[in-house]
T-cell receptor
């Protein structure tokens, strides 16, 4: 089985721009969760989508949004980028039943 | 939400030594996972262990859910074991990560 894939792997943006990151889960997995990892805040939960519906949400501002498509692929969008949004963004897929999560390689976003 | 505390924050070992990493959590959880993050940022699954004990080669883990802690044992450590180890208990569909233990294994 192919693992979780994330695109792009690296991204450089400037303040004020917006960005869209993509995550393709393991085949058959219906849940996708997004996390932000920074040196100062560690790994923080952004949101989880299951069957195209947001099922859980962390404590991030509305600039962070996501969606999930019928094939379970998910995208997250960050609008009006700030310097503090520079981070490694990780997505994880699970079957949605056992909640055992499998992570993708991440997208490293740098905001200048 | 769940509070997660991992100890020690940093650990330096000589190759061949054994170690125990601890994860304390504040509330009841449905499950718990241990991960190893490699230098490229990839989180690698080690154990899915809501309770009990599991072993996989030189690694083993024990979760005592009633006492709200989990332990990860690494025996005969190798330089390739270096990296950050995270525990992530989960409740109500949300996983909370600890700050991790940074392990350095010296040859």
């Amino acid at each position: 089985k192919a693992g979780v894939t994330q695109t792009p792997r690296y991204l450089i943006k400037t303040r004020g721009q917006q960005v869209t990151l993509s995550c393709s889960p393991i085949s058959g997995h219906r849940s996708v969760s997004w996390y932000q990892q920074t040196p100062g805040q560690g790994l923080q939960f952004l949101f989880e989508y299951f069957s195209e519906t947001q099922r859980n949400k962390g404590n991030f501002p509305g600039r962070f949004s996501g969606r999930q498509f019928s094939n379970s692929r998910s995208e997250m969008n960050v609008s009006t980028l700030e310097l503090g949004d520079s981070a490694l963004y990780l997505c994880a897929s699970s079957s949605g039943q056992r909640n055992e999560q499998f992570f993708g390689p991440g997208t490293r976003l740098t905001v200048l | 939400g769940i509070q997660v505390e991992q100890s020690p924050p940093d650990l330096i070992l000589q190759e061949g030594a054994n170690s125990t990493l601890r994860c304390n959590f504040s509330d009841s959880v449905n499950n718990l996972q241990w991960f190893h993050q490699n230098p490229w940022g990839q989180l690698i699954n080690l154990f899915y262990i809501p309770s009990g004990t599991k072993q996989n080669g030189r690694l083993s883990a024990t979760t005592v859910a009633t006492e709200r802690y989990s332990l990860l044992y690494i025996s005969s450590s190798q330089t390739t074991d270096s990296g950050v180890y995270f525990c992530a208990p989960s409740a109500a569909g949300k996983s909370t990560f600890g700050d991790g233990t940074t392990l350095t294994v010296k040859p």
